[in-house]
């Protein structure tokens, strides 16, 4: 996995109007609902957004037809897994773009939506594959550093050992 951080020198990121924050289950169109929590009762992101810990974004070009979204979640879900990269974050992801759309921009729009509604006061930091080349380069194009690249060793979904193997 490669960890990259947000600088803050690198500014607030941007505001864009044709994209929708939604703060609870309630406030999400059923149309979408369909696509982003299909089945909410197994799904870890209905939980979260039950507790307050996550925030859904929503790009719909149209405003019927769901483009694009992703996920601002609250560090605690992380803290006892990522411990070792930071104390306390924002964690942006996962992000996903409707095969259609994908080379239009969308995802870098998300990316600079969430970092702009994100709190300042900690690290935002967002994790992507080694081989999604793609998302690395729409996460650099944003503004974000590489801060490593790990291996992660998780014994029976408890025990958690993260080991650096790039800087």
């Not at 999400?28 to 925030?55: E, G, T, W």
């Not at 921009?105 to 992507?128: Q, V």
Request: proline share 4%; glycine share 6%; charged share 20%.
């Amino acid at each position: 996995m490669r960890f990259y951080i947000y600088p803050t020198r690198q500014g607030n990121g941007r505001i864009y109007n044709d994209i929708k924050v939604y703060s609870s289950y309630a406030e999400i169109p059923m149309h979408f609902r369909k696509i982003v929590l299909p089945s909410p009762m197994i799904h870890v992101m209905f939980y979260r957004l039950m507790h307050n810990k996550v925030k859904l974004i929503c790009y719909s070009e149209n405003g019927q037809q769901l483009d694009g979204y992703g996920w601002i979640q609250d560090w605690q879900a992380f803290q006892y897994r990522f411990g070792t990269i930071a104390n306390w974050a924002t964690m942006l992801g996962y992000y996903w773009i409707t095969p259609e759309a994908r080379g239009c921009g969308y995802y870098s729009r998300l990316l600079e939506h969430s970092i702009a509604i994100s709190s300042k006061e900690f690290p935002i930091l967002i994790y992507t594959s080694k081989d999604n080349e793609l998302s690395q380069k729409s996460i650099e194009k944003v503004g974000f550093i590489l801060l490593g690249e790990w291996e992660i060793y998780l014994w029976f979904r408890v025990f958690v050992h993260l080991r650096k193997i790039t800087v």
